[in-house]
């Protein structure tokens, strides 16, 4: 089966790692790019200032890159990957549901919404059951099904790891790559020899989007996981990789040894992009584990990372890693992309 895809926001930097990943994708073939009025027009080669480490596929540098806009994309494009800024999806993307669009999108609009999927399929799959509710609710004939903030999807397979053991609450310092503010987002003045605590609503999506993808799907209505959650986010002059430090407060009281165990086996799921174990767990022989440069590359970028798991008086501590741009965006999207042809929604 081979399933015709459109990348909105096609020459940023998450949609160049989208045109990385959908490279001989065993599933997927790009089939339209799209991007700003100024690259509308214009061959992918010319409208793109490519970043990533791997040179543009030669079939996807001739593609005349087209206006976000339904008119300009073909009706044979099953499936959209969008990469575009919030304040522009919020616009754009209703205008391709509306027509009939089946969506998988990096942008935080939306994420929130109550009938909107917020979702890694390795942890809630089953709120896909929501596209139903969506599509009563709105009256769309396709669907929008959104993956979260990357330094959520760094830390959030963790906990659901660790939900045996009864999660009560979670506070978490990250120390995210400058990759994740996108090419301008942070200038080399404000950045190198720097640290920034403050990430614009970085806290926030953490705090929310954690407890609505641990949370429960009846088959009407979604309820949050009742965890507290609570984030410090800053921005460090590393390229790629998001480390985080997380506390968390469990009922139980696991060892160590039984929480590696908890995190190194849980389940990942079958599908082309997701890696065949979930979380990679480092021992008490390696504490100066995941590190950024070291291992956020680990299952193509698609792997988390866990190290320094420590008992603390109310639970655990430990360190978390993932690739922000790969697990945490576009691939997070071509992953729920997947999970939408595997379930029929496709």
């Not at 799921?269 to 390696?286: K, N, T």
Request: charge should be negative; charged fraction near 25%.
């Amino acid at each position: 089966m081979t399933v015709q895809v459109g990348i909105l926001g096609a020459t940023g930097a998450v949609g160049q790692r989208f045109i990385q990943l959908l490279d001989d994708h065993p599933i997927f073939e790009i089939a339209a790019l799209t991007a700003s009025e100024q690259s509308a027009g214009k061959t992918y080669r010319e409208a793109a200032k490519w970043r990533v480490n791997t040179p543009i596929p030669e079939e996807i540098a001739t593609i005349e890159v087209g206006r976000t806009d339904p008119a300009d994309v073909s009706d044979d494009v099953d499936l959209l990957f969008s990469s575009l800024p919030s304040s522009v999806a919020a616009e754009v993307e209703p205008a391709f549901l509306e027509e009939g669009y089946v969506m998988s999108s990096n942008s935080s609009n939306d994420r929130m919404a109550d009938d909107v999927p917020l979702t890694i399929p390795e942890i809630n799959p089953d709120h896909l059951g929501l596209i139903e509710v969506q599509r009563d609710n709105r009256g769309w004939d396709g669907a929008l099904v959104k993956n979260p903030n990357c330094s959520t999807i760094t830390m959030v397979p963790t906990l659901a790891a660790l939900d045996e053991f009864g999660l009560d609450r979670v506070d978490v310092t990250t120390l995210q790559a400058v990759s994740g503010a996108g090419y301008s987002g942070v200038t080399s003045m404000e950045i190198i020899d720097n640290a920034i605590p403050h990430i614009g609503g970085e806290e926030s999506k953490m705090e929310t989007e954690s407890r609505k993808l641990l949370g429960s799907f009846d088959g009407a209505e979604l309820s949050m996981h009742d965890a507290s959650v609570n984030a410090s986010c800053n921005r460090i002059p590393t390229l790629d990789g998001h480390l985080e430090s997380v506390f968390v407060d469990l009922a139980d009281e696991p060892s160590p040894a039984e929480a590696r165990q908890a995190l190194a086996a849980y389940p990942g799921i079958d599908l082309p992009s997701a890696p065949d174990q979930l979380i990679h767990v480092f021992g008490d022989d390696e504490p100066d584990r995941p590190q950024p440069r070291l291992d956020r590359d680990r299952a193509e970028g698609m792997q988390i990372s866990v190290g320094g798991v420590t008992p603390t008086p109310q639970g655990l501590k430990y360190n978390c890693l993932a690739h922000n741009t790969i697990r945490g965006a576009a691939g997070a999207s071509v992953l729920n992309g997947e999970l939408l042809v595997e379930e029929g929604w496709i």
